[in-house]
Structure formats: structure tokens, C-alpha cells
């Protein structure tokens, strides 16, 4: 198949929606299928044989790392030229909308896959949009797809209430290979907590919605050592407010596994994740999850089997949750035991098959004359 995505996000920014057009790239040239990825912002005009055309874009108030698309008036002539068999939008907004209504001048069905609550963000950020306006924006781009992905059942439902149709559940894929247990590294954990404390830590972007001011109780507990891993707009702030906690920085592959394997507990706060890839490395990792119960996580943690759950904000909770396992060393041990199994058959490879059967189906369905007329 030819595949044209439209990512709202793409190198050199590295976020949940980047990691996913770059897995789903992997996967269809894998597997022999031609792709090509239209994304803003300046950047690598390919990636691992796959073409990147970059449009224009400015920063987001506030989140200057982090740039949105502009008009970009060489849409439809980009998509004629490559003549794809169906256009992927990734987590569309701006750009994404663009290209949805290019595809439809030029009866090229979408696959939109669902994947950030913009409509938060939104409001954290204070972008003077209010949520229901970003919610009718996201509602005209994802009734104009064939078919919506979304990553989580809670991420399904919400879809469904703001009368978004024709939405299915495609989770995310975690490589298994790269993220496990054996990964663990004694000397790291050495240099982490020298006095032998329950290493806590965080991995992905230190940003307001994330709500890691909650994190502040963590570090206080005695016996344990916090750790943060990642970089994002309000580290500086936060290197304040957590200052008993190590901030590493952003870490990626053999180093990012090892410091995952490394955790006694991975911790995440943010209640706003559609689905939540650092939790699904964590349990790759064998290392049980503390997590609000919240949006795509009550996917991936089962409570008391391969990690804790807590109300969602509460201070409280996750610090109860954090002395559980830091006082139940063998609740700890049983809960690390479930968590690789309970991810095991989500690799890449499941995940980018099941993603080609969906881009076949609407492909298939645009060319039968009957839901042709009936559209």
C-alpha cells in the first residue's frame, strides 16, 4: 500500500504522537509498503527511507519546543503527487484538518487516529481556546475520516459522547525486545540511591499536565529516591520543587531500557493520557505502575495485580499507593512478575498489522458503489 501521514508532530520534537508515526513508518517499509510523512517544522526530510516533507509551522506559547502547523497551500498538490491508497492522520488538528480536506477533494479515504486531548491541553496552557471549541474542531476532522483509532476504551467512549462515529480501539505497540527485566542495572541503581532507597521514577515529559507538582510528597518519604526522566517546559520549575529528586534528562534506547528496568516502581501522574507508552514500557520492564485511575492507563493497570491505581490529583493516594509497595516488598515482587506478561502480546508487529487491516478496510469500503452513494 501507498500511506500518506499527517502527523501533527514529528522529529526533531520527540512525544507520544512522534514515537508512533515512527514505529508505524518502521512497520509498513518492514513489511514492503510505501510511505510518506507530512509534518511541520524544520527537521530531517527523510527518516529511514521514508520522505518527510515539512510544512510551515510556529512555536506554542508557553511550549516554545513545541511548534503547530500553519496553512500549508501545497497540501492537495503533495498528496496528488504521491497518490496514496489512504491518508493517515496522526492525532489531527490543524495540519491534519488540512489534509482531510485535501484527501476528500481527491477521494482519498483517512484512517484519523485519536491520540492527545488537545482539548486539555488547551486549557492548561491557557491558549484562549475554550474546550468545547477545540472539541467541535476535532469533531469536523474525525467525522470526515473513514475511521477513527482511538488508543483506550476510555478514549473511545469520550469520542463517542461528543458524537464521533465509526471509532475503533488500536492500542500502541511496546517493543518487547528492547524493554525487560534483564535490562536492570545494579550499578546504575548504585549511583540512583548509594543508601539502598526504593527508586521511584517518572519517565516522559516534564509538563503543567502532567500534574508532577504531586510528585512533591513522593520525594519527602523516607527510604526513597525519586528520579525524572525527560525534559519538557517546566523542568526548571519543577527542578525546584523536587529538589530531593534526580533530574537525568532526556534518555533513549539502551539507556532509556536500562533506566527503566532499573526502577522499583514506575510512578506517572498526568490524568489526561489517551493511553500512556511510558506505563506500557514500565510493565514491559517488570516494574509495577502507580497511576491515577484515569483515561487510557485503566488499559494497561490492573489494580493490585500489575500495579496501583489512585484517585486522580490526590497527593494522598499516591503516596499511599508508593508506601504500599515501598513497605510490601513481596506484593512489589508479585506485582513485577505480572507486569511483562500483561504486555506481551502487544508488540509493534501485532500492532502495524492490525493498523494495514484497518487502512484495507476503508480502502475497500470507499470503493464499493453502494457506500459510495450512501456517503
Not at 73 to 83: G, I, K, Q, V, Y
Amino acid at each position: 500500500m501507498r500511506v500518506a501521514i499527517i502527523s501533527e508532530s514529528f522529529l526533531p520534537q520527540v512525544n507520544g504522537v512522534t514515537n508512533s508515526v515512527l514505529r508505524v513508518c518502521e512497520q509498513l517499509t518492514r513489511h514492503g509498503h510505501e510511505a510518506l510523512v507530512i509534518a511541520p517544522g524544520p527537521g530531517p526530510a527523510e527518516w529511514s527511507g521514508v520522505p518527510v516533507v515539512r510544512t510551515p509551522s510556529c512555536p506554542v506559547p508557553g511550549y516554545r519546543d513545541f511548534r503547530v502547523a500553519l496553512p500549508f497551500p501545497a497540501m492537495t498538490a503533495t498528496l496528488h503527487e504521491f497518490d496514496p491508497d489512504v491518508v493517515h492522520l496522526a492525532s489531527p488538528a490543524v495540519l491534519g484538518a488540512q489534509g482531510a480536506t485535501a484527501a476528500a477533494e481527491l477521494g482519498i479515504p483517512c484512517v484519523a487516529v485519536y491520540q492527545t486531548d488537545l482539548a486539555a491541553y488547551a486549557g492548561r496552557y491557557r491558549l484562549g481556546l475554550a474546550e468545547a471549541m477545540v472539541w467541535r474542531r476535532l469533531v469536523r476532522v474525525h467525522t470526515a475520516a473513514a475511521r477513527t483509532l482511538a488508543p483506550s476504551r476510555a478514549a473511545v467512549r469520550q469520542l463517542q459522547a461528543h458524537g464521533i462515529d465509526r471509532v475503533v480501539r488500536w492500542g500502541r505497540g511496546v517493543d518487547v525486545e528492547r524493554f525487560r527485566p534483564d535490562r536492570r542495572d545494579e550499578s546504575l541503581r548504585a549511583a540512583w540511591a548509594p543508601g539502598g532507597q526504593l527508586v521511584v521514577g517518572y519517565v516522559g515529559r516534564l509538563a503543567h499536565e502532567k500534574d508532577l507538582g504531586l510528585l512533591t510528597a513522593v520525594q519527602e518519604l523516607p527510604g526513597v529516591r525519586l528520579v525524572m526522566v525527560g525534559d519538557g517546559p517546566q523542568r526548571r520549575q519543577l527542578e525546584r520543587q523536587l529538589d530531593r529528586a534526580l533530574f537525568t534528562g532526556v534518555l533513549t534506547g539502551d539507556r532509556l531500557a536500562g533506566a527503566f528496568a532499573s526502577l522499583d516502581v514506575f510512578v506517572h501522574t498526568g490524568p489526561h493520557e489517551t493511553f500512556c507508552q511510558a506505563a506500557q514500557e514500565a510493565l514491559a520492564s517488570g516494574v509495577p505502575v502507580v497511576a491515577p485511575a484515569a483515561g487510557g492507563l485503566l488499559d494497561l493497570v490492573q489494580h493490585e495485580e500489575n500495579g496501583l491505581l489512585f484517585a486522580p490529583g490526590s497527593a494522598e493516594e499516591l503516596v499511599a499507593c508508593v508506601r504500599t509497595l515501598q513497605h510490601q516488598p513481596a506484593l512489589r515482587r508479585r506485582m513485577g512478575e505480572g507486569t511483562r506478561r500483561s504486555v506481551e502480546g502487544r508488540t509493534w508487529e501485532a500492532v502495524g498489522q492490525e493498523l494495514v487491516r484497518h487502512y484495507r478496510d476503508v480502502v475497500a469500503e470507499a470503493r464499493t458503489p453502494h457506500r459510495r452513494a450512501a456517503a
